[in-house]
């Protein structure tokens, strides 16, 4: 069959709106012209989300702890227990100071993940959860990712269904998709041997699914993968949404895709240095394919952090529909090396003038994708709001402190 033609029924599919195969997406992968992967993942995105408005959301991410016994390889944030100078577990204080910040400057959510602490008991959590719902209720908490539950599990004895419902009790109403990296337990087993594995990650995604969570799916690229990888991912993800979705209707709200950051992590100093990471036109093309297959999955969001403004913004002629978040804090990729800083990294000014250089709308959301305002006047200016100097994280808290007294 003549290549060509293929790619053109292929793309006849797509702009009818109908699904395409794992072998189709993996011919499109391989052979399509990149331009016309925009055109035809701007198609799909006009038909899951009409409209020319481009969201955003404006929040925080918190990182409890730093302390982690996965040694993951591309990571260079963690600390290992008993590390004390680098180790740190948040106080309340702290916690109370940066959500305070954070609601100065306009935020709706707190993202918060932390390392896998082994000293941390299952009440730690729950308590963390709790006290900050009941402290600030106005801001909504999206905490946990499927790897950090897996963990909360394994030291608790509890299932995830378990763990999952005392922290909705608590206060919990989402769950980040972090620790995804590559949904393929050959790529797994070599960049990150000691976390969850794929089976795992989804499962704890379809429980929260049932529990009626907010959930966003990831994925990172760019660890030596090949596309059939890559796709595995997808197509795991595309199945997830489907069951996930027929038995409780409810799934992902979104998948947001970057690429792996290598500076000062074990990937850097490996031999295949030169061979890790993607380029910008390679997370373009990730993308495309990704809002083209993932049919079932309304939201795609754009990855400034790690790939740069102005690459983000090329993202939105890709098929992606949100600019991601203000992202008051990073530390983890920050610390691998991308263009971020612990600080209010773009402001809710730069976010509008980005989304409109591109032509379209800004739009605030929130983390349900539920349309806050529409920022329609093009001579529109957000206020100004100045986030206080970032103080040096805490050392580590003794355990006496950390732990919920019993009795």
Same mark, same amino acid.
């Given at each position: 069959?003549?290549?060509?033609?293929?790619?053109?029924?292929?793309?006849?599919?797509?702009?009818?709106?109908?699904?395409?195969?794992?072998?189709?997406?993996?011919?499109?992968?391989?052979?399509?012209?990149?331009?016309?992967?925009?055109?035809?993942?701007?198609?799909?995105?006009?038909?899951?989300?009409?409209?020319?408005?481009?969201?955003?959301?404006?929040?925080?991410?918190?990182?409890?702890?730093?302390?982690?016994?996965?040694?993951?390889?591309?990571?260079?944030?963690?600390?290992?227990?008993?590390?004390?100078?680098?180790?740190?577990?948040?106080?309340?204080?702290?916690?109370?100071?940066?959500?305070?910040?954070?609601?100065?400057?306009?935020?709706?959510?707190?993202?918060?993940?932390?390392?896998?602490?082994?000293?941390?008991?299952?009440?730690?959590?729950?308590?963390?959860?709790?006290?900050?719902? /009941?402290?600030?209720?106005?801001?909504? %908490?999206?905490?946990?990712?499927?790897?950090? +539950?897996? *963990? &909360? !599990?394994?030291?608790?004895?509890?299932?995830?269904?378990?763990?999952?419902?005392?922290?909705?009790?608590?206060?919990?109403?989402?769950?980040?998709?972090?620790?995804?990296?590559?949904?393929?337990?050959?790529?797994?087993?070599?960049?990150?041997?000691?976390?969850?594995?794929?089976?795992?990650?989804?499962?704890?995604?379809?429980?929260?699914?049932?529990?009626?969570?907010?959930?966003?799916?990831?994925?990172?690229?760019?660890?030596?993968?090949?596309?059939?990888?890559?796709?595995?991912?997808?197509?795991?993800?595309?199945?997830?949404?489907?069951?996930?979705?027929?038995?409780?209707?409810?799934?992902?709200?979104?998948?947001?895709?970057?690429?792996?950051?290598?500076?000062?992590?074990?990937?850097?100093?490996?031999?295949?240095?030169?061979?890790?990471?993607?380029?910008?036109? /390679?997370?373009?093309?990730?993308?495309? %394919?990704?809002?083209?297959?993932?049919?079932? +999955?309304? *939201? &795609? !969001?754009?990855?400034?952090?790690?790939?740069?403004?102005?690459?983000?913004?090329?993202?939105?002629?890709?098929?992606?529909?949100?600019?991601?978040?203000?992202?008051?804090?990073?530390?983890?990729?920050?610390?691998?090396?991308?263009?971020?800083?612990?600080?209010?990294?773009?402001?809710?000014?730069?976010?509008?003038?980005?989304?409109?250089?591109?032509?379209?709308?800004?739009?605030?959301?929130?983390?349900?994708?539920?349309?806050?305002?529409?920022?329609?006047?093009?001579?529109?200016?957000?206020?100004?709001?100045?986030?206080?100097?970032?103080?040096?994280?805490?050392?580590?808290?003794?355990?006496?402190?950390?732990?919920?007294?019993?009795?």
């Amino acid at each position: 069959m003549n290549p060509l033609s293929e790619l053109t029924r292929i793309f006849d599919k797509v702009y009818a709106g109908e699904r395409i195969s794992y072998e189709e997406a993996h011919l499109l992968y391989a052979e399509a012209d990149l331009i016309e992967l925009g055109m035809a993942a701007n198609a799909r995105r006009q038909q899951l989300v009409p409209g020319n408005l481009v969201t955003y959301l404006i929040d925080r991410n918190i990182n409890y702890t730093n302390i982690c016994i996965t040694d993951c390889q591309f990571c260079n944030f963690y600390a290992l227990p008993g590390d004390t100078e680098k180790g740190y577990v948040l106080s309340k204080e702290e916690l109370g100071r940066k959500i305070e910040e954070a609601l100065a400057l306009g935020a709706t959510r707190i993202l918060m993940q932390g390392g896998h602490h082994p000293d941390l008991p299952f009440e730690y959590y729950v308590d963390l959860v709790r006290w900050i719902h /009941e402290t600030y209720p106005q801001i909504e %908490i999206n905490a946990f990712s499927p790897s950090e +539950i897996e *963990h &909360i !599990s394994n030291i608790s004895g509890k299932s995830w269904e378990e763990v999952l419902s005392a922290l909705k009790e608590a206060g919990l109403r989402g769950l980040p998709g972090g620790g995804g990296e590559i949904l393929d337990d050959e790529i797994r087993k070599r960049v990150s041997p000691k976390k969850i594995r794929t089976d795992n990650w989804l499962g704890i995604m379809k429980v929260a699914h049932k529990l009626g969570l907010t959930t966003t799916a990831t994925m990172v690229i760019g660890f030596r993968e090949q596309i059939r990888h890559r796709l595995n991912h997808l197509q795991r993800l595309r199945d997830t949404q489907d069951e996930s979705l027929e038995k409780y209707g409810n799934g992902f709200n979104a998948f947001i895709a970057w690429t792996v950051q290598i500076e000062n992590t074990p990937l850097g100093r490996s031999r295949f240095r030169d061979e890790y990471g993607a380029t910008a036109a /390679e997370y373009l093309r990730h993308t495309a %394919i990704s809002r083209i297959f993932l049919d079932n +999955i309304p *939201h &795609i !969001s754009a990855s400034w952090p790690t790939q740069g403004i102005k690459v983000a913004q090329t993202a939105l002629h890709f098929g992606c529909d949100d600019f991601g978040s203000t992202m008051i804090e990073e530390n983890v990729v920050s610390s691998a090396g991308a263009p971020t800083a612990v600080k209010c990294a773009i402001s809710v000014e730069e976010i509008h003038r980005q989304i409109r250089a591109a032509g379209y709308i800004p739009a605030q959301r929130d983390t349900s994708y539920t349309i806050l305002r529409v920022f329609d006047d093009p001579n529109y200016v957000p206020p100004q709001v100045e986030l206080p100097p970032v103080q040096p994280q805490p050392a580590v808290l003794p355990l006496s402190e950390v732990r919920v007294r019993r009795g």
